[in-house]
């Protein structure tokens, strides 16, 4: 995520400076940057000595006081409260009080990580999307402390940055993967009752979906869907007739990690990393006596509504502050469906009434989690 950052910021003519405790990962990171510049000059879209220019504006750090001189830091290290609440401080040791720190952490709290911050006001979220040269989402996480110059200063590097920028409320999975959440977690409970995963994938792309769920997250990485799933975990388990799946835990505790690995929902070429099909040795982590026959609308109709209920109560929470944005979140975030306009447009073009009424015809088929109230 890092090199990525570092890419569209370098893009936007503005100077980098990418620190990691691993010298050996800026320069893996350089390689990659250099790589995706190559492509361009291949495509005759840059000229080599404008691109020679460009990248020598990425200088490499290998102690934080080299970058605590600057205008802003985006952090995109492990994600683990500890780790980004001790940089935080050996930051604000390095005395540059004009700092902005801005976290691209995909599910830890901004606000606690500025309650342990001396500048609370200089605390933001900019959660970018993997990859990030590609994708053009940028969700801007604000606190209660958060001041207004460091949101606006966010906004504007954002912007530079080719980014469509949503500014979002801080909460358990901001707005996108909030919203993917419960998305992601019918669909593993459709596997516990035996539908395959290439009928799942199968009927959300024929839906519109760029990459079927299950696909999805082989590319995101098992890991960091567990990890944020169990970070959501106190506030989902709140929820009117929650119901979490059992396998995906299991899959990651035998050392699935999807393509990372090439251990996943699919199998992977070990040379080419292209997916060679299905993997039938995570379907025991799924089995359960729960059999059902799903028919593909079935399987739409349950992951889909579930989605656009979640993205309701963002918006009533505060989450988002338009439907324009929940719009555009979940088209530029998720590649939700784009000819719907969005889960908005979508819930608009079917009316409320009947929204809520196939909410509770779910509810009645399927558990109280799609239950409207
Ligand atoms: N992978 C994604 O799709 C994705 C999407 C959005 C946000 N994020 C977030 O971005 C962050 C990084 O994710 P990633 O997938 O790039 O992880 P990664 O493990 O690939 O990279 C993390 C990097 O942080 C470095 N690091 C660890 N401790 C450090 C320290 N104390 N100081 C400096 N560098 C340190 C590591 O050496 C490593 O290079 C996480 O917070 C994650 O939640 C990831």
Request: aromatic share 8%; with cysteine.
């Amino acid at each position: 995520m890092g090199a990525g950052i570092a890419e569209v910021t370098m893009d936007a003519g503005i100077e980098v400076k990418m620190y990691d405790v691993k010298e050996d990962m800026l320069s893996t990171a350089k390689k990659t940057i250099w790589g995706n510049i190559q492509k361009k000059i291949d495509k005759r879209i840059l000229r080599k000595i404008d691109a020679e220019k460009m990248f020598m504006s990425i200088q490499s750090a290998n102690k934080l006081s080299q970058i605590a001189h600057t205008d802003i830091i985006i952090e995109a290290v492990v994600e683990k409260m500890e780790v980004k609440k001790s940089i935080i401080q050996e930051v604000e040791q390095l005395g540059n009080a004009s700092l902005i720190f801005a976290s691209n952490t995909s599910s830890l709290s901004i606000t606690e990580m500025a309650e342990g911050s001396k500048h609370r006001d200089k605390i933001i979220g900019m959660h970018y999307f993997s990859p990030v040269p590609k994708m053009p989402l940028l969700e801007i996480v604000k606190t209660p402390y958060t001041s207004d110059s460091t949101l606006a200063n966010a906004y504007d590097l954002g912007v530079r940055q080719g980014k469509t920028c949503i500014v979002v409320k801080d909460g358990p999975g901001f707005y996108v993967n909030r919203i993917l959440s419960p998305y992601l977690n019918e669909c593993l409970l459709m596997m516990e009752e035996g539908v395959s995963v290439e009928q799942i994938d199968r009927a959300l792309t024929s839906k519109g979906f760029p990459v079927g769920p299950l696909k999805l997250m082989d590319e995101v990485g098992i890991d960091i869907v567990v990890h944020a799933t169990n970070a959501n975990r106190d506030y989902a388990s709140k929820r009117k007739g929650y119901m979490p799946n059992q396998g995906l835990d299991k899959m990651f505790a035998a050392g699935y990690l999807g393509k990372k690995n090439k251990k996943g929902f699919y199998l992977y070429d070990a040379a080419t990393g292209k997916s060679t099909g299905t993997n039938t040795a995570i379907l025991p982590f799924f089995q359960t006596e729960k059999k059902r026959e799903n028919t593909i609308e079935a399987i739409c109709d349950r992951a889909i509504y579930l989605m656009l209920k979640e993205a309701k109560s963002c918006l009533d929470e505060g989450i988002i502050s338009s439907e324009q944005d929940g719009n555009l979140g979940a088209i530029f975030g998720i590649g939700f469906m784009p000819y719907t306009g969005g889960p908005f447009s979508m819930i608009q073009s079917m009316g409320h009434d009947s929204f809520t009424a196939k909410l509770t015809s779910l509810a009645a088929n399927y558990g109280a989690r799609f239950d409207p109230s």
